[in-house]
């Protein structure tokens, strides 16, 4: 609200919720009927009686002292002429003037006594001259207080309504007081702007006076209103764009004849005035991107208060005329999101992280698949529906969204919270719906959008199937190879990820021990991958060469590999490789293998086993599928595989330190140890 004495500096007024608005608006109609009913009551026959009065009385208290002045200079044989000039002042002679020939041929004694009596009508009537202004001046008071007068009445009568439903808040009494004498002051606007009113030959009445500049002095500007009426509990505020401006609010300005202007209506509320008395959810790498947004958010939560500053004039980059506004005490909640590298460098650079922001949450980005998840997913997909416009998900088709999520998650037992990616499923599938002319969406759609959705983005996956469909890419899928096995890869292109096999031999002869990693020695290998290749190399040599040392000089590659190679999910595979190289036995080629090698030679789970498993699927549907084809993965994995590739052979590594007649044992019930390659060691 305006400061009537220095308007350059706002007053920021919080008022009971729900209030802003009725006040904005009374005010509003306040300022269109004053506009009509002071130039109307200064119009009024009441008004006009009074002014003429003054007029008549100025006029008579003049005339009065100019008679008094004429009748001594008559008194005095001198008379009082008007001349365009101003007054002459004559000495009389028989009630003539003297003529100027006649006065020289007096004596001197008669010229002498017109002098004199001309001299003191000259001290009269610049005596006289001198009381009219003081005359003026009391007459312009008589008028300024009538007009003071009927103003005040006509202030009064509008403001009566405003008084009776603003008058008791105790924050509003000082600037209602001041509004009221500010309006009684200033009238005469108010005045100027009634007349302007009748020009034209239809003369209406403005009801829209409040939208004049003139007239913003007496506007309110409501920056955060909070009607109880519309709005349940306290505010909770997400800032998509936390730029300065929109965190702290701004100042507009206007071009008036080539000047920047402004003023108190052009302030601009921001996301913390908004959120005051509430919450506020910000993306923490947006604010730290944005300039100087961050150091204005620390600002404002140490001193517990908005001041609202432009980029600008913190940098000292424009000159014009702005405003002050006074300081809204804040009292917020803020919250902010973002990944947990942010959040560890903001704990390690930025000192005052930690003292403004106490309380910190890691959210999982997926949670365990229960009959109460599955509900409540359910429950979510309905929702969804509703809220989008989608035709109904039949239940089959929501077990399928289940399983899309599960699949997500990499694990049977729980489901993935980035739902983003399941709801552009479900619209894919509901345009798929649509055009099949079903009147619901059910698992054949999912299927068919999942499919679509992965058909867009594996042009890379398809290029490198062609390539080992026409043998540039050399991967085996059958027969018996001594020193090879089928290792399998997962590769990124883009957002999509997807396995690939991809052929592992070993070459051994008589050596000093040397398990040479030739990715590594090429400078191919990750540190991940040459930690793998060394803790075989250690499990082999305490393994088989306890007492003696390992007279072995081996040899391990990726063949057709040509970037870079990471993880240690291979050493499985190279491990089989390297044993079959020794004992000289064949490995099936028909099986890919994955899982990685302690120094213990427990296998342990691996990352990314649907997407190798679907990448050997893929590999042997294109040379042809012969039902003896799969993919050994570690135990521990069974719960990451995803369920519909139950129709493709797979086996848990069953390699156990407890025998059974010479052979290992299956810790898998119900497979036959001849299926896997590596129960044959």
Request: aromatic content about 6%.
């Amino acid at each position: 609200m305006n400061d009537f004495a220095n308007p350059d500096r706002p007053k920021a007024i919080a008022l009971p919720p729900g209030t802003a608005r009725p006040l904005q608006k009374a005010l509003e109609a306040l300022v269109d009927d004053l506009a009509t009913d002071i130039p109307a009551l200064f119009e009024s026959e009441q008004y006009q009686t009074r002014r003429n009065a003054f007029e008549q009385r100025l006029s008579t208290r003049k005339q009065d002292a100019f008679e008094k002045v004429v009748k001594k200079s008559q008194d005095r044989n001198v008379t009082i002429m008007r001349t365009p000039m101003g007054f002459a002042i004559a000495g009389l002679r028989h009630g003539e003037v003297i003529k100027p020939d006649d006065f020289a041929s007096l004596s001197d004694a008669d010229r002498k006594a017109i002098e004199d009596a001309v001299s003191l009508t000259e001290k009269d009537l610049e005596k006289y001259l001198k009381s009219i202004p003081r005359l003026e001046k009391d007459h312009r008071a008589a008028v300024a207080l009538l007009n003071a007068e009927m103003a005040e009445q006509a202030v009064d009568e509008a403001l009566e309504g405003a008084l009776q439903a603003f008058g008791a808040i105790e924050a509003l009494k000082p600037y209602l007081a001041a509004l009221r004498t500010d309006l009684i002051e200033n009238a005469e606007i108010f005045l100027r702007e009634g007349n302007g009113q009748q020009e034209g030959p239809f003369p209406a009445a403005r009801v829209r006076i409040h939208d004049e500049p003139t007239f913003h002095r007496y506007a309110v500007n409501v920056m955060v209103s909070n009607d109880p009426a519309t709005t349940a509990g306290v505010p909770i505020i997400t800032e998509p764009l936390p730029s300065l401006s929109n965190l702290v609010g701004k100042v507009d300005h206007i071009s008036t004849m080539g000047a920047l202007v402004t003023d108190f209506t052009l302030i601009r509320s921001g996301a913390l005035h908004r959120a005051n008395g509430g919450y506020l959810i910000l993306d923490a790498l947006r604010v730290l991107g944005e300039p100087m947004a961050w150091e204005a958010l620390k600002r404002c939560l140490e001193t517990r208060a908005i001041r609202i500053t432009s980029f600008a004039e913190m940098l000292s980059l424009i000159s014009t005329s702005t405003l002050e506004p006074e300081p809204i005490p804040l009292q917020v909640r803020v919250v902010l999101v973002g990944d947990a590298m942010v959040q560890l460098l903001l704990t390690l650079y930025e000192p005052d992280f930690s003292r403004f922001f106490k309380l910190a949450a890691d959210f999982s980005d997926d949670m365990p698949r229960t009959a109460e998840s599955v509900g409540l997913f359910a429950r979510m997909v309905a929702g969804a529906c509703k809220r989008n416009s989608l035709r109904p998900v039949s239940r089959d088709g929501v077990a399928a969204l289940i399983d899309a999520a599960a699949r997500a998650a990499d694990d049977q037992g729980r489901m993935s919270l980035r739902i983003g990616a399941l709801w552009d499923l479900l619209r894919e599938a509901d345009f798929l719906t649509a055009s099949s002319g079903e009147p619901v969406i059910d698992a054949h759609q999912i299927a068919a959008a999942r499919a679509a959705a992965e058909h867009r983005v594996d042009r890379v996956r398809e290029r490198l199937q062609e390539m080992i469909h026409q043998g540039t890419l050399i991967v085996a899928t059958s027969g018996s190879t001594v020193g090879q096995v089928n290792g399998l890869t997962v590769t990124s292109s883009g957002m999509f990820s997807f396995g690939l096999p991809v052929r592992i031999t070993a070459r051994v002869r008589m050596g000093t021990g040397k398990v040479i990693d030739i990715e590594r020695e090429v400078k191919l290998g990750g540190p991940i991958h040459s930690k793998g290749v060394l803790i075989l190399s250690s499990y082999l040599a305490t393994h088989y060469a306890g007492d003696v040392p390992l007279s072995l000089w081996a040899s391990l590659v990726f063949e057709q590999t040509y970037g870079g190679v990471e993880g240690d999910s291979a050493s499985a595979a190279e491990l089989c490789a390297l044993l079959s190289a020794l004992a000289g036995i064949p490995i099936s080629q028909s099986l890919a293998i994955t899982g990685s090698i302690n120094q213990m030679g427990e296998v342990q789970p691996i990352g990314g086993v649907n997407e190798k498993i679907e990448g050997f699927f893929d590999t042997c549907k294109a040379v042809g599928l012969t039902g003896q084809q799969g993919v050994l993965i570690p135990r521990r994995n069974v719960r990451n595989r995803h369920q519909p590739f139950r129709r493709f052979l797979w086996h848990a590594f069953c390699h156990s330190r407890d025998r059974e007649g010479g052979r290992w044992r299956s810790r898998q019930r119900g497979v036959d140890p001849r299926l896997c390659g590596l129960c044959q060691f």
